[in-house]
């Protein structure tokens, strides 16, 4: 993902401009909590930074988000895994009620959401990776696939499911998956960086893509054209 810090309102600089391969859709992230994802997901951009300690950037909650924007709250690390204090998400959430933008949360890790649903700001999408419905023990130390889908499958908010960095899947369970989760649409993407994980064949990719149309809409990433 590459950033721009943009100037809102009274000029003071605050949100970073969406500009990279992320998600089109994005208009802005901003990363409060920050630092080592304990995640460690083998394919994360951020392996390439040295981000430091997971922290809360207190300075942060003096940021303008202005409003009528949609952002990507965390999006640098995963600040729904178990390390994360509550304390500090309560302290994010809190700031985005205070300006009128529509947020995004992504986690591998829903269950963390299951403590905040009152708390989150009335705009919100909540999203989840579902890379396959295969559990990769060695590519993350996230919850599997299925725990993720088991509790995004409870949550009453607009969803959204992320299949990125596509994995090698069976075809059946991982539309069971995604259509138990309900998702509002689905972004699909695969890796970008050559870390040679395992990968579906083209035509396992158009068939997922033929079978999620069937009941929700699909967002293709740029990234996964060398799939197709
Ligand atoms: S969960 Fe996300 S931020 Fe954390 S290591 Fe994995 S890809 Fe990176």
Known sequence: ??????????GKMTLNKQ???????VMYTWNAIRGECPHECLYCYMRRFKVGKLRLDEKCLNDNLSEGN???????????????????????????????????FQ???????????PEFPVNVYLGTTIESNVHYPTITKAPSPEERMMV??????PKMVSIEPILEFDLEE???????????????????????????????????????????????????????
């Open 152 to 157: 995004m499958s409870h949550i009453n908010k």
């Open 107 to 117: 986690t591998k890790n829903p269950e963390r959401f299951l403590d905040f649903i």
């Open 174 to 228: 991982l539309t069971t998956y995604i259509e138990a989760i309900s998702p509002e649409f689905v972004s699909i993407g695969a890796d970008s960086r050559g870390h040679n994980l395992p990968e579906p064949s083209s035509e396992k990719v158009k068939m997922l893509i033929t079978e999620l149309k069937k009941f929700t809409e699909v967002k293709i990433k740029k990234n996964l054209r060398r799939l197709m």
């Open 70 to 104: 949609f952002i990507f709250i965390g999006s640098s690390t995963d600040m729904w895994a178990e390390q994360v204090p509550s304390e500090w998400i309560l302290k994010v959430l809190e700031h985005c009620q205070n300006f009128n933008n529509t947020y995004f």
């Open 19 to 25: 500009t990279g391969n992320m998600y089109p859709w």
């Open 1 to 10: 993902m590459a950033v721009g810090r943009a100037e809102m309102g009274d």
